[in-house]
């Protein structure tokens, strides 16, 4: 090996997902290798769904992910309910998107104040962090305990709700009790539009790149709802189709599937995918905040995820005000339907980014085939492309501060609870023999 031969290898990433690993190996500055290793077990969830009723579908969904169950109902439910031919009441559309709004309030608050923040303050947590900057961590306690209570006051419970179901809800609730929240998300929403101008006060990296945005295409903001995904350079193809647009692969080096367009090309979903698509449609005082921010768009620098989250923070909040005090209790709970043989899918705007679910159901009412993209596996191949796009800047670097650059981009796209401690481990494998012996 020759003194300009170096491998940088991430050891262990621990998660709330899983393990991985990370390794990248150069010649000068030109990348030879890269991995992205993610070694959990498969978890088979689109194979045990097969077989089980319909109705069961919400509720085994959620356990996918304890950050973000809500985005695996509500696209479980908009592909079992197109498959159906059922269309929600607006009342109802409008209640899952609140309770939408409470799912991307409480995840975003968590990755901003406890998982990202302490990678660009410098702290090895959040905890770490409270210590210095105890009022803004207690901001973000705040914003992340009205996403909770949002999430509970409509799901039942704030971790794996229960009240989502074809059709709509099991219990919706009266005016009054979501009326209960307005005081706390009308201080959440103060302390948003603040951590909008303290994230983009952060240093960022000097890093950008050239991405393929996918997101879903809808005439606000999208969450929960969308007929059409848009694909930046492609333009909108119907979510019916997405699964046409893009091939999920099997690497040598993990057991997560990677996710490409049909033409090879790797792609970014998530919050700058939907900013640089849809900024036009946030709530006024989210696009206000974003505008104060000048934060550049489009956005071509992961590391400013951190802003993108705060802006749909502001927005989510000011979102869930407007559609608590135009509420009106619906006279039905759900609507009922008949089983048939069919097929559909559904996406909605998880908050890591696009969740896709397509589904295959019976006339007996049973699941007879199961495909859920999450957005994580659609990001893997685009974090893999920063990664070694990052790879130049790390040999001018010490060991710890390449360590870092990798953290702070990992957690750029991936909000999980374990990813507040320091999760990686850089070794950096120097061969200078070769060298020296030519001395």
């Known amino acids: ?28 500055d030109q990348v030879l290798e890269s991995h992205l290793n993610i070694f959990e077990a498969p978890r088979y969830f689109e194979a045990f769904l097969c077989g089980r009723a319909i109705e069961e579908v ?22 079992l309910e197109s498959a159906l031919g059922i269309a929600p ?15 991307w309030i409480e995840s975003h608050a968590l ?4 998982l990202h923040a302490p990678d660009f303050l410098g702290y090895a947590s959040g905890m770490a962090m409270a210590v210095d900057h105890r009022d803004a961590v207690e901001r973000g306690l705040r914003i992340k305990k009205i996403g909770n ?19 709509g809800f099991s219990a919706v609730p009266d005016a009054g009790r979501l009326a209960e929240l307005r005081p706390a998300l009308q201080q959440a929403l103060s302390d948003a539009i603040e951590t909008v101008a303290w994230t983009a006060g952060f240093p960022f990296p000097a890093f950008e790149q050239d991405y393929t945005c996918v997101c879903l295409e809808h005439s606000t903001y999208p969450l929960e709802w969308g007929e059409r995904i848009y694909i930046s350079g492609i333009g909108t193809v ?3 189709d997405f699964h046409l647009q893009i091939e999920e692969s099997q690497v040598a ?29 946030l709530h006024p005082l989210a696009l206000d905040a974003l505008n104060k921010s000048g934060l550049q768009l489009p956005v071509r620098n992961p590391y400013q995820s951190i802003v993108a989250r705060s802006v749909e923070v502001v927005h989510a909040l000011a979102e869930a005000l407007d559609i608590i005090d135009s509420y009106r209790q619906p006279a039905a709970a759900y609507r009922a339907y008949t089983a048939r043989d069919a097929s559909a899918a559904g996406a909605t705007e998880a908050p890591r980014g696009l969740l896709y679910h397509r589904y295959r159901i019976g006339a007996d009412g049973l699941v007879k085939e199961a495909m859920i993209v999450p957005p994580t596996s659609q990001n893997q191949a685009q974090i893999e492309a920063d990664l070694v796009a990052v790879a130049p800047q790390l040999l001018a670097l010490q060991h710890d501060q390449a360590t870092h650059l990798c953290e702070q981009l990992i957690r750029s796209y991936d909000p999980c609870i374990s990813c507040a401690t320091h999760f990686l481990r ?3 494998d120097r061969d200078d023999t070769a060298a020296d012996a030519g001395r």
């Open 426 to 428: 850089l070794a950096i």
């Open 89 to 103: 009441a607006a009342a109802i559309r409008a209640l899952r998107r609140l309770l939408y709004c409470g799912e």
């Open 149 to 167: 209570q949002l999430v509970a006051a409509l799901g039942g419970r704030s971790i794996h709700p229960i009240s989502a179901r074809i059709g």
């Open 238 to 240: 119907p979510v019916e």
């Open 1 to 28: 090996m020759s003194d300009d031969d170096r491998t940088y290898s991430v050891r262990l990433m621990t998660r709330v997902e899983g393990e991985g690993r990370f390794y990248l190996k150069l010649k000068g």
């Open 58 to 79: 919400t509720d085994i969904v959620a356990r996918i992910c304890g950050i973000c169950p809500v985005a695996y109902q509500m696209s479980a439910v908009k592909a």
């Open 111 to 114: 990755h901003i104040y406890l």
């Open 253 to 281: 080096h993990s057991t997560a599937l990677h996710s490409r367009l049909k033409n090879g090309q790797h792609y970014l979903t998530g919050p700058i995918a939907r900013l640089n698509r849809h900024y036009p449609r």
